[in-house]
C-alpha cells in the first residue's frame, strides 16, 4: 500500500500563493489516481482537485479553478497543488488522497489512501 505525506502548509495573507507536496512511499504513485482535498472546521471534506494517473487530466473545484494546479512528477513518486490568489475561505486541512479506480473519482469515499493533512489559513 502506498502512503502519503503532505508538506508545504502555513499562515499566509490573502492573495499570496502557496506550494502543497504530497510525497509517496511504500508503491508507485503512478499505480493510482490522485487528489486533493481540503475540509474547514465544521464542514464537510470536498475535492479541489484531481489528476490522473499520467497526470494528462485533471479536474478542478469551481471555487479554486484558474487559482489552483494540481500537477504530479512520478519520477519522483510526488504530487503537488499549486496555490494562487488565496482567499481566507480557501482556510482548511489540505490531504491528499489517492486510488486505485480507475474513473475520475471526487467523492472522499472513493479514495482509500490519505495523507494525515496539512494546516493552511489565510488572514485577510
Known amino acids: 500500500q502506498v502512503q502519503l505525506v503532505e508538506s508545504g502548509g502555513g499562515l499566509v495573507q490573502a492573495g499570496d500563493s502557496l506550494s502543497l507536496s504530497c510525497a509517496a512511499s511504500?508503491?508507485?504513485?503512478?499505480?493510482?489516481?490522485s487528489a486533493w482535498f481540503r475540509q474547514a472546521p465544521g464542514k464537510e471534506r470536498e475535492v479541489v482537485a484531481t489528476i490522473s494517473r499520467t497526470g494528462r487530466s485533471t479536474t478542478y473545484a469551481g471555487s479554486v479553478e484558474g487559482r489552483f494546479t494540481i500537477s504530479r512528477d512520478n519520477s519522483k513518486n510526488t504530487m503537488y497543488l499549486q496555490m494562487s490568489s488565496l482567499k481566507p475561505e480557501d482556510t482548511a486541512v489540505y490531504y491528499c488522497?489517492?486510488?486505485?479506480?480507475?474513473?475520475?473519482?471526487?467523492?472522499?469515499?472513493?479514495?482509500?489512501?490519505w495523507g494525515q493533512g496539512t494546516q493552511v489559513s489565510v488572514s485577510s
Open positions: 511504500g508503491r508507485a504513485l503512478s499505480n493510482y489516481a
Open positions: 488522497a489517492a486510488t486505485t479506480l480507475t474513473w475520475i473519482a471526487r467523492n472522499p469515499s472513493e479514495y482509500g489512501r
